[in-house]
């Protein structure tokens, strides 16, 4: 049973999904629409916006979905209130994933607070990273945060595997690029179709020192930002990994990418997705015995500092009232 009661427990789950809405997703499809019973707020994959060529068994979709479910646990932390999370599966449901209910009265922590506030200003990025280091010390956070949702986030430090994993993401992209049906599903995520602003995309693929492919969101048709002659950074490459590779691990990989984000965020680092080669089944599986010690890679990415902004979709758009 809710521990608020309507009518203001209405606005608490308006409230809470007005900030899910802002979780990161692949290829930003925002596979997610939420239900509310008082200040519950029930999760749902939405299978229709599901990549069924990149992403024919959803795990990307879940692990967005996860992303999801984390900011609302962070949204009821933020006030004041323990999260009460119900993890769901329904075999005649399958896009059922959460009830997220507000639980008894608990102080936000300081953390708590800070990663809140960084729920609107998270950004994802398509490019190169001005050249500067990362923070001391957020590394390591970011590591703890990871472990904190049993998931694992390694820092690729040996040059050399950062080197193979760049070409082994180019070598996806053109693999996928082979496939009519692929280029098809990427045009329709497109970053105009899907209400990108131009500026936040790059004309054309940075040059990077470990060369990591981009999507090609703009298919040659030259919109987007103009690039530059100047070599940008690579960044810090990292994955995320988890022990096992099951829908729940999905969603706890998703939730631990997000609390990354939000924690990196507070030092205006942003990340850069590649899930060219994860979605390739057999370099995925190349990159979990050689690179994984045999753990399950979940997302690769590249960390640094840059600027860039997603389009949300609205807050009416992804709410029903559940009966």
């Not at 608020?4 to 997610?32: G, H, M, N």
């Not at 060529?53 to 949204?75: F, K, N, Q, W």
């Not at 329709?188 to 899907?194: E, L």
């Not at 998703?254 to 030092?267: D, F, M, N, S």
Request: aromatic fraction near 6%; charged fraction near 25%; include cysteine.
């Amino acid at each position: 049973m809710d521990a608020v009661e309507t009518p203001r427990a209405d606005k608490i789950a308006q409230f809470l999904v007005d900030a899910a809405v802002w979780a990161p997703s692949v290829y930003d499809t925002q596979p997610w629409w939420f239900g509310t019973h008082g200040s519950t707020v029930t999760v749902h994959a939405d299978t229709e916006r599901r990549l069924n060529v990149a992403d024919p068994h959803g795990r990307e979709m879940y692990i967005s979905c996860g992303a999801a479910l984390y900011t609302l646990r962070l949204a009821v932390r933020n006030l004041g209130r323990m999260p009460a999370v119900r993890l769901i599966a329904d075999q005649r449901r399958p896009g059922l994933i959460a009830d997220v209910g507000v639980g008894p009265p608990q102080a936000a922590t300081g953390e708590d607070r800070q990663m809140y506030e960084q729920v609107r200003r998270r950004h994802t990025h398509s490019g190169g990273f001005r050249p500067s280091g990362l923070p001391i010390g957020l590394l390591q956070a970011l590591r703890t945060h990871a472990y904190c949702e049993q998931v694992s986030l390694r820092v690729v430090a040996d040059p050399r595997v950062r080197i193979a994993l760049a070409a082994l993401t180019e070598a996806a992209e053109q693999v996928q690029r082979q496939n009519p049906a692929y280029v098809a599903e990427v045009a329709r995520w497109a970053a105009v179709s899907a209400g990108v602003p131009e500026e936040t995309c790059p004309r054309e693929s940075a040059h990077l020192d470990a060369d990591f492919a981009g999507c090609d969101f703009a298919r040659g048709q030259g919109w987007g930002q103009t690039g530059s002659e100047q070599r940008d950074a690579t960044g810090v490459v990292a994955v995320l990994l988890t022990e096992a590779d099951e829908r729940d691990d999905w969603l706890c990989a998703g939730q631990a990418l997000q609390r990354i984000l939000l924690c990196a965020a507070e030092y205006d680092v942003s990340a850069a997705f590649h899930s060219q080669a994860l979605e390739v089944p057999e370099l995925r599986e190349f990159i979990r015995t050689r690179f994984c010690d045999g753990a399950h890679p979940q997302m690769i990415m590249r960390l640094g500092i840059a600027h860039a902004g997603v389009a949300r979709r609205s807050v009416t758009e992804l709410t029903r009232a559940e009966l």
